[in-house]
């Protein structure tokens, strides 16, 4: 069993940054990170293989965002510059099973709670 908890959300005005964390217990695989926002269906922001090789990033946040993992604290990360009001939504991570990259929200196994990120404009 997996257990994700996020951390580092928060109220940024346009243009700032924030760094999402999320600790992990459990071996994990293929990772990534969502978010929902209101009136909106949940949508894959950032993935990471299993071996940190391959990324994907949604075009929304390409050259904005930035994901990483630090194995030895088997935590994932997302570095998000540059924020826009339309950023503005909870942010999820997950943990897939798979070791390559999945972008699907039904190829992941594990959710975290979320974490709201509000960026003002």
């Known amino acids: 069993q997996v257990q994700l908890v996020e951390s580092g959300g928060g109220l940024v005005q346009a243009g700032g940054s924030l760094r999402l964390s999320c600790a992990a217990s459990?071996?994990?695989?293929?990772m990534g990170w969502f978010r929902q926002a209101p009136g909106k269906e949940r949508e894959i922001v950032s993935a990471?293989?299993?071996?940190?090789?391959?990324?994907y990033y949604a075009d929304s946040v390409k050259g904005r965002f930035t994901i990483s993992r630090d194995y030895a604290k088997n935590t994932l990360y997302l570095q998000m510059d540059s924020l826009k009001p339309e950023d503005t939504a909870v942010y999820y991570c997950?943990?897939?099973?798979?070791?390559?990259?999945?972008?699907?929200?039904?190829?992941?196994?594990?959710w975290g709670q979320g974490t709201q990120v509000t960026v003002s404009s």
């Open positions: 997950a943990a897939s099973l798979s070791t390559s990259i999945a972008v699907a929200t039904v190829a992941y196994q594990y």
């Open positions: 459990g071996r994990t695989f293929s």
């Open positions: 990471i293989s299993w071996n940190g090789r391959n990324t």
